[in-house]
């Protein structure tokens, strides 16, 4: 079966950087692309941007562009996703899932608190 | 960036009645639309894309229609598992980006 299971819980300070990891398995991990979603405590669901795990190509979000950075490692079946200079509110559940377009298979969401 | 709008932002219904949920897009998405289920605690699960087709394993109570800019998620008959909050997403190509409502939370009334 399908899974996607995700990186444990992080704690950072303002200004650092978090790299998320997405191990996916029960599917040729090349045949779709991984995005990234994020959840706010409370909040609503935030697109972050897709990686063909295919060919590496990417598109971002463009409110985190250049703070955002999502690769694979084939041999690995595993997605990253890197965020920099966190802020307060980058404070989020973030979420993997498969596809591009719309998402089927979910990881069960990484922790990331940004707090001083 | 299309914005999509989710109405209405709460509904109370009780179990077995039918809840109509609505969600309205910015401008045209064509039939580029998915709806998700989100439960406390729980990861989203897609219910239905392409506007109008059932994802793997979602029962037959959960339809999807519409097209352009308005659309609209059905429950014909609400079962206590049903109780959760439900967004839409569209994923149009132009412009670049996939952007979700708001959500719209179905609870007991």
């Known amino acids: 079966q399908v899974q996607l299971v995700q990186s444990g819980a992080e704690v950072k300070k303002p200004g650092a950087s978090v790299k998320v990891s997405c191990k996916a398995s029960?599917?040729?991990?090349?045949?779709?692309?991984i995005s990234w979603v994020r959840q706010a405590p409370g909040q609503g669901l935030e697109w972050m941007g897709w990686?063909?795990?295919?060919?590496?190509?990417?598109n971002y979000a463009q409110k985190l562009q250049g703070r955002v950075t999502m690769t694979t490692d084939t041999s690995t079946s595993t997605a990253y996703m890197e965020l920099r200079s966190l802020r307060s509110d980058d404070t989020a559940v973030y979420y993997c899932?498969?596809?591009?377009?719309?998402?089927?298979?979910w990881g069960q969401g990484t922790l990331v608190t940004v707090s001083s | 960036e299309i914005v999509m709008t989710q109405s209405p932002a709460t509904l109370s219904v009780s179990p077995g009645e039918r809840a109509t949920l609505s969600c309205r897009a910015s401008?045209?998405?064509?039939?580029?639309l998915a709806w998700y289920q989100q439960k406390p605690g729980q990861a989203p699960r897609l219910l239905i894309y392409?506007?109008?087709t059932r994802a793997t394993g979602i029962p037959a109570r959960f339809s999807g229609s519409g097209s352009g800019t308005e659309f609209t998620l059905t429950i014909s008959s609400l079962q206590s598992e049903d109780f959760a909050v439900y967004y839409c997403?569209?994923?149009?190509?132009?412009?670049?980006?996939?952007?979700f409502g708001q959500g719209t939370k179905v609870e007991i009334k």
């Open positions: 899932a498969r596809g591009m377009d719309h998402f089927d298979y």
């Open positions: 029960g599917y040729t991990f090349t045949s779709y692309g």
């Open positions: 990686i063909s795990a295919y060919n590496g190509n990417t």
């Open positions: 401008q045209s998405v064509s039939s580029n």
């Open positions: 392409g506007a109008s």
């Open positions: 997403q569209q994923y149009n190509n132009w412009p670049p980006g996939k952007t």
